[in-house]
């Protein structure tokens, strides 16, 4: 655990309910604030979470805004979706859909918090630019670059692209 840990939870847990803000997420030595995303953002995030669980067995479910947290690496995260097995255990899967407010997104940081995680899959979504990436292999040392439009295979999931919007 990282030494400041449970003072950055103890700060994160007394942030209130703000109608506009997310729940705090908590990644390099920092609670983290952000907006909530708006309408654009959830007509990107539907149409994936739509997809993942018509393709779902009773062995896993999808979970929206799920908080991920590894108190001994420091990290809260709360990607906008995550699958995972039932019993819930460790995701399988968590996606990432750019915020259309966000002026500079670092996927990499994202992409290795979760790997540090032990997830699997990650798939970020950028509807800036109708644009993303799957993560998988140990550690995210496959990277699959896909355009809106394209049919993608995440892990077990395949996913139309081609249902998603961008923000232009």
């Known amino acids: 655990m990282t030494d400041n840990y449970p003072a950055l939870r103890a700060i994160a847990d007394l942030v209130p309910a703000v109608p506009d803000l997310r729940a705090p997420e908590i990644a390099d030595g920092m609670v983290h604030l952000a907006l909530l995303p708006g309408p654009r953002h959830g007509a990107v995030v539907e149409p994936i979470r739509r997809q993942l669980t018509e393709q779902l067995t009773g062995l896993a479910r999808v979970d929206l805004d799920p908080p991920l947290e590894h108190p001994p690496l420091g990290l809260l995260r709360r990607p906008d979706l995550a699958v995972r097995p039932a019993p819930a255990s460790g995701p399988l899967l968590v996606v990432e ?9 670092d996927p990499w940081t994202r992409a290795r918090d979760h790997a540090a995680m032990g997830v699997p899959l990650y798939l970020l979504v950028d509807p800036r630019s109708g644009t993303g990436i799957v993560y998988s ?18 892990g077990p999931w395949t996913l139309d692209t081609g249902v998603l919007r961008t923000y232009g």
Do not use: K, Q, S
């Open 97 to 105: 859909v750019v915020a259309p407010h966000f002026l500079e997104f």
């Open 137 to 154: 292999e140990p550690n995210y040392t496959r990277r699959t670059d896909f355009v809106f439009g394209d049919t993608i295979t995440v």
